[in-house]
């Protein structure tokens, strides 16, 4: 039994309309689940009308490319103008072409009233939660009750160093047998705490001074263990990674950077990384990841600390204060 056919006219007004909405609709849905974004990537307007000119073409060239799929693709044409449907469908047909073209004119010119696709915000720190403004970072000022207990690890030379150092200096410790665990520190303000320490004497500006010099070895490390691939040592935002990003890291060292922000938004950047950015601030994201993933509170306090000590900038005071 021959299989019925839907004639050239109908497979060319078919194939446009399947083209149509691939382009229109199929494309923002598919965008939406390949990049997991909580909306869709829609076509512009003029690729669309691009994609279409480039089907109209190629079915063109189909249809005209022998006199009888030619006169196959204009049979029903020539038999609605002959009437061969009906005067009714005739009238129909002659009346809504006009119509159509009309109405179409008139939405492309009628000025519209609409609000924005989206919202934007003029930098992500003007959108984050207002908890975070306050904060301060607990190992750039240390209490007297940390530094009581510094102290006391350090006569003990027990001092607590995080886990990704340790290791470290245990194996120099083992290799050099120092007198004590501190002396592979190069700082003065260390050197100065062990002098006192050694005299039996330690005042609490100098006790202070070297817990600081430690907590910022340790997130100079944590630095560069996280951050230095992106960031750079100098955290200039020039780490062997950076040219592979279509948004470079930013350079800390400029003086429209980290000394233009509090140090609270700082930490809860750090903490979110890019996927935690408000859908508002698209046009600032970038490919930091979570760090609250991987990193304690601890760890990003301290490579915060770092940063600022890299770049040589101070955090910029809440209006509050």
């Keep these: 039994m021959r299989k019925p056919r839907i004639g ?40 669309i009308f691009i994609y279409m ?13 022998s006199d009888e799929n030619l006169a196959e693709f204009m049979h029903p044409i020539k038999k609605l103008l002959r009437g061969g449907y009906g005067r009714i469908a005739r009238a129909v047909v002659m009346t809504s072409i006009p119509f159509l073209a009309a109405w179409q004119v008139y939405q492309i010119v009628v000025p519209k009233v609409a609000l924005p696709p989206s919202l934007r915000i003029q930098h992500p720190s003007s959108n984050f939660p207002k908890s975070f403004e306050a904060l301060k970072n607990p ?4 209490t007297e009750a940390e530094i009581a207990a ?3 690890q350090a006569e003990a030379d027990q001092v607590e160093f995080i886990p990704q150092v340790m290791s470290d200096i245990e194996v120099w410790i083992d290799e050099t047998g120092p007198d004590h665990m501190l002396e592979f520190f190069p700082a003065g303000p260390m050197d100065a ?5 050694e005299a039996g004497a330690v005042d609490d500006a100098t006790a202070r001074a070297a817990l600081l010099e430690k907590n910022l070895f340790e997130g100079r490390a944590l630095y560069a263990m996280n951050c230095r691939p992106c960031h750079g040592d100098s955290a200039a935002g020039d780490g062997p990674m950076a040219d592979g990003f279509k948004l470079r890291p930013i350079n ?4 429209g950077t980290l000394e233009t922000i509090v140090e609270g938004y700082t930490f809860w950047r750090v903490t979110n990384g890019g996927p935690g950015l408000p859908t508002e601030a698209t046009p600032w ?5 979570e760090w609250k993933l991987s990193l304690t509170e601890e760890e990003r306090w301290k490579i915060i600390l770092a940063e600022y000590d890299l770049a040589e900038k101070t955090p910029r005071i809440p209006e509050s204060h």
């Design 252 to 255: 800390f060292t400029d003086a």
């Design 150 to 152: 510094f102290v006391e």
């Design 193 to 197: 705490f062990l002098a006192q320490l």
């Design 53 to 65: 000119l480039l089907a109209v073409i190629a079915l063109f060239l189909l249809v005209t490319f």
């Design 285 to 289: 994201d970038s490919a930091m990841p």
């Design 8 to 47: 050239r006219f109908w497979s060319v007004a078919l194939t446009l309309a399947i083209i149509y909405a691939a382009v229109k609709w199929g494309i923002p849905a598919a965008s939406r689940e390949i990049t997991g974004l909580p909306f869709p990537l829609p076509v512009p307007g003029t690729l």
């Design 139 to 142: 190992f750039a000022n240390p």
